[in-house]
């Protein structure tokens, strides 16, 4: 039997509406977390077309995008690039610091923040930032540190919808 699904308490509009940085793992978030090697050593992955539309335009409303990855791919460059994401940064193992040091560059609080992660490794950025937000299926410690967990899955809409969270806490009541 399945564990169940964190219960995701509500985020007031106002701290979505804070929010001037959303940043993201790679695999796991913005994929289902697998990554194809054919034998001749190409990778792909699979990324939502909704996630992106929600990225480009959260972007379009002011909020800046970053991706932090524990891994370099070829694959999430050609992707943050189709989608423009300004600020792309892999091979970092230490999600806490690479997220505290674009903050710190953009002058940014950690309540100016948005991450979501998947992994024990994300769970350090996940406590820190102004909102915390992992995925059905996260390892117990992004769970635990998160403060809201999507309904959506990796890699088939969860981005977007904290996209939509975000844009609709900027729209006029």
């Known amino acids: 039997m399945?564990?169940?699904?964190?219960?995701?308490p509500a985020?007031?509009?106002?701290?979505?509406?804070?929010?001037?940085?959303?940043a993201m793992d790679v695999d796991g978030v913005l994929t289902d977390g697998t990554v194809l090697i054919s034998s001749d050593g190409t990778e792909a992955k699979s990324f939502s077309i909704l996630d992106g539309l929600?990225?480009?335009r959260l972007a379009a409303a002011g909020v800046a995008v970053a991706w932090i990855s524990g891994r370099p791919s070829r694959?999430?460059?050609?992707?943050?690039?189709?989608?423009?994401?300004?600020?792309?940064?892999?091979?970092r193992i230490d999600k806490l610091a690479a997220l505290q040091e674009l903050a710190a560059q953009l002058r940014l609080t950690a309540a100016d923040c948005a991450y979501m992660g998947d992994d024990d490794i994300d769970a350090p950025a996940l406590a820190w930032a102004g909102?915390?937000?992992?995925?059905?299926?996260?390892?117990?410690?992004?769970?635990?540190?998160?403060?809201?967990v999507t309904r959506r899955t990796p890699?088939?809409?969860?981005?977007?919808?904290?996209?939509?969270?975000?844009?609709?806490?900027?729209?006029r009541p």
């Not at 701290?15 to 959303?22: D, E, G, Y």
């Not at 189709?82 to 600020?87: A, N, S």
């Open 11 to 22: 985020v007031a509009r106002a701290t979505w509406a804070r929010v001037r940085l959303f």
């Open 54 to 56: 929600g990225l480009k």
């Open 131 to 148: 909102v915390g937000v992992s995925v059905p299926g996260a390892l117990p410690a992004a769970l635990a540190a998160a403060r809201y």
């Open 2 to 8: 399945p564990a169940a699904r964190k219960k995701s």
């Open 75 to 91: 694959a999430t460059t050609l992707r943050a690039a189709e989608l423009g994401i300004p600020h792309v940064i892999q091979g």
């Open 155 to 171: 890699g088939r809409g969860a981005v977007r919808e904290i996209c939509e969270h975000l844009l609709a806490a900027r729209a």
